[in-house]
């Protein structure tokens, strides 16, 4: 049998595309900076080395690397380049490699593409080998699908007392780790880019922090308990169930970079900063509030995009009550969760603050 633990925390990730704009969004706004990084490392013997970590399935891991690939053939027409995707073997990687020829894919003379396929919580690349290094909206999914004694709340920012303390250790060990393992990955003057959700302190809030996402999560956490007091999922069940992710305040970000004798030595800090997302911080889909069914099929597809794998292995599944599947039981929280958002547009909605962390290795 597969426990919590064996089991990565995002396998299987569904209809991406479609349901990625804030992704997207996310990495596009780092285009100049990503330019302006590959102009600072000039020309790299024998080719630059580009990796993005956590690339996934779409578009968006074709514009990760875009920019560095324009800048740099800007500057040196002739100079070759390797790019290297790296993901889970649970990616959609024909999804991608289909996608990487296309129209709006990048492949030119003097680029030679890759994969790694793994964890970037382990090493991915060679010692001394990378140039670049980006990770997009990936690195706040943990290590390990998270299993808690956790009742009254579905996410990290809303946990309390022991639960709290043994998730926030697991996100500072895999931080640490994921920055020792891009440490001896990077060669020295490379840059590392990251950037995923972050949070902010808030006085009175939880734990004193906002963290992105938090009317959606408690939403989804409503809903599912509607679903357990109706006797249609598993409320033992529920009140383990925490998704593996933690969105880090820029203190939490920076700590290991200072407490870690290691990678205090390895990497000079460019810049740690969470800011509110450009565009729509108060809520993904205000475009669209004014058409309440329009903007509840949106949210309810945001979820499904990023949860539903989690919800469905960890959630639906173990927890489906009655003899009802975990399939029609993940129906029936959808179509709740799509009446809560039609009900009261903007109650729910989705705020978004971006970390970014951007690191030389020294
Ligand atoms: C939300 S997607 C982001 C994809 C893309 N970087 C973007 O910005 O659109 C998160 C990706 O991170 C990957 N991911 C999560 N944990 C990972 C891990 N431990 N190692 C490698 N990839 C991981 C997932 O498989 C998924 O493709």
């Not at 900076?33 to 790299?44: A, D, H, I, P, Q």
């Not at 009254?152 to 780790?177: H, I, K, P, Y």
């Not at 958002?341 to 909605?349: I, L």
Request: aromatic share 10%; glycine share 8%.
């Amino acid at each position: 049998m597969t426990t919590p633990e064996d089991r990565r925390s995002t396998e299987g990730m569904v209809d991406y595309n479609r349901n990625s704009a804030m992704q997207q969004q996310l990495v596009n706004h780092y285009a100049e900076r990503l330019g302006e990084l590959v102009r600072r490392l000039g020309r790299v013997e024998p080719e630059l080395r580009i990796v993005d970590y956590g690339c996934g399935p779409g578009q968006s891991a074709i514009e990760a690397v875009a920019p560095a690939i324009d800048t740099y053939r800007a500057q040196f027409s002739d100079a070759p380049i390797s790019v290297c995707h790296a993901d889970q073997p649970g990616n959609d990687w024909n999804g991608l490699f289909q996608l990487i020829p296309g129209p709006t894919g990048y492949t030119a003379p003097f680029i030679r593409t890759g994969a790694a396929v793994g964890s970037f919580y382990d090493r991915m690349a060679a010692e001394n080998s990378v140039d670049l290094a980006t990770c997009f909206m990936a690195s706040h999914w943990l290590s390990h699908a998270v299993s808690l004694d956790a009742p009254g709340s579905v996410w990290f920012a809303d946990l309390q007392g022991a639960a709290r303390v043994e998730m926030a250790e697991r996100a500072r060990r895999d931080w640490t780790r994921f920055l020792q393992c891009r440490a001896r990955e990077l060669r020295s003057g490379g840059f590392l880019l990251v950037s995923c959700l972050g949070a902010v302190p808030e006085a009175g809030e939880i734990n004193g922090i906002a963290a992105s996402g938090r009317a959606v999560y408690r939403a989804i956490h409503a809903v599912a308990q509607d679903m357990a007091q109706d006797g249609l999922i598993d409320k033992t069940v529920l009140d383990r169930f925490v998704f593996g992710v933690w969105f880090m305040t820029a203190r939490e970000a920076q700590a290991p970079l200072q407490s870690d004798p290691e990678l205090a030595e390895a990497f000079e800090i460019e810049e740690i900063a969470v800011v509110p997302a450009p565009r729509n911080p108060l809520d993904i889909y205000a475009d669209f509030i004014a058409d309440p069914a329009e903007y509840a099929r949106l949210y309810v597809g945001y979820v499904r995009g990023f949860g539903h794998s989690t919800l469905h292995n960890y959630l639906f599944e173990p927890g489906a009550m009655n003899g009802r599947s975990a399939e029609s039981t993940a129906e029936e929280f959808y179509r709740r969760l799509d009446a809560l958002y039609r009900a009261e547009p903007g109650k729910h909605a989705g705020e978004t603050w971006y970390l970014a962390v951007i690191l030389r290795k020294s």
